[in-house]
């Protein structure tokens, strides 16, 4: 579960989740990613973006107001 505090939904919140979430990717799928870019001749950090931010709806979120 990921805790935000309701007033902090600025850039640098957002920008700390993509990252937070490209490294949970990473981790798990890193090595199935990399081939599916090598074989697709796609770019592998475009792939992780896109995968990053779809991760972000598997987490669970408990906002602070």
């Not at 957002?14 to 770019?43: C, H, M, P």
């Amino acid at each position: 579960m990921i805790h935000i505090n309701f007033n902090d939904l600025d850039d640098s919140a957002q920008q700390r989740l993509i990252a937070l979430s490209k490294k949970d990717v990473e981790a798990k799928f890193g090595k199935q990613l990399r081939s599916y870019a090598k074989t697709q001749f796609s770019n592998y950090d475009e792939l992780l973006e896109q995968e990053a931010i779809r991760n972000l709806y598997n987490y669970r979120y408990s906002f602070k107001i």
